[in-house]
């Protein structure tokens, strides 16, 4: 029955939404839209986005009353983000952030005019969000989305046409219609109503490595077909693939990951330390048949203790510093989001960007934004 309402909803949403376009205005500049699932949000400084130092920052107002699944609670300095099972805390005085187990995480929370706003691709990395820019008739569109989402970006866009032109229609009038005095030689610049929001730049600033900064690439491979995409895309540049152990019976995939100079990690999903030795065994005894190469790599995210299994077989268990699968890697937008991502790790990194299928968009992208930083991208190697 939920699910009826929820498409009922959806449909009623592209119907009343929908219309004709309006063409080839100038726009402000430095101003956002944003959606929630398949809702607009109203556009004002209130409840706009807005670069700082690298980073995207959202208002807490897209946590009240919307069905992300998480929501925002503030008690004087503190704040917290929390669902069913996450909690996320910032405290806003002393710049920290912590999870309820006291972990602490590099991003932190900003308060302007007394509403905080959240770093995007963080909170979204955390709590299983996903976000994207979309380019509009007018300004840029950030929607954030939760698996309560129905329509696709290309249908929201669609949907919300009209009603995104209406909303900056009228934005657009309330900042034009008081303009401030201006002395001689001075440019009037537009009186934007409610807060004052110092302007930053649409495009974020390119990124530097720390010297000699390295970059691991980790992708799981979920096709021949699209590892091999990912290969050619990637050219020169030489990353870590996981595969499981049954896909490493493509012999053919292998040579060409190796030939390549490419990583191969075993990708183990065995509940018990049993199992776990089973599949080392069986991948090893294939990357050794196919390309001689001997698998030293092992990706594990299940519960079993697998650390004597792994000392004992000469095997390290990797990890990534920032895990991208619920983000993938889809267009350009999601790759700038990435590098400003890394930009905030001045150490060695492994990026876990997701499985393949879902990096082809925007990899190309990433690569360069590296390659322009002066990254170091590297092969997952044991000393």
Known sequence: MKNWKRRLAAWLLILTLCAAASTGRAVLSDVYLTAVNDSMMDLNDETMPFWSGGVLYVSSRIFDGTDLGVYFVRNQGLVMLYNARLDLRFDLDNQLTYDKQGTEYDGHAVERNGIVFFPLDMVCSYFGLNWSSSRTETVPLIRITS????????????????????????????????????????????????????????????????????????????????????????????????????????????????????????????????????ELSRARELLWKAACGWLELVWYEGGAEIGPLLEAEGCVRISAGLDRRSQGLRSTAAADVLLQSIGRYQKDLGVHLGQDSGCLGGLRSLLAGLEAGSYRLCAWRLA
Do not use: C
């Open 147 to 278: 698996s309560s989402a129905i329509l696709s970006t290309s249908a929201f866009l669609d949907a919300a046409a009209w009603k995104m032109n209406s909303l900056y229609a009228d934005y657009e009038k309330a900042v034009t219609a008081t303009p401030p005095p201006a002395s001689d030689g001075d440019t009037v610049q537009p009186n934007r109503p409610g807060t004052t929001v110092t302007p930053t730049p649409e495009d974020p600033p390119p990124v530097h490595a720390a010297e000699g900064q390295k970059i691991f690439l980790l992708i799981e491979s979920g096709s021949a077909k699209d590892t091999k995409a990912a290969m050619e895309i990637l050219g020169s540049v030489q990353a870590t693939f996981l595969l499981r152990a049954e896909q490493m019976e493509d012999g053919d995939l292998l040579r060409g990951l190796l030939a390549n100079g490419h990583g191969a990690a075993l990708l183990a999903e065995g509940e018990t330390e049993e199992a776990v030795a089973g």
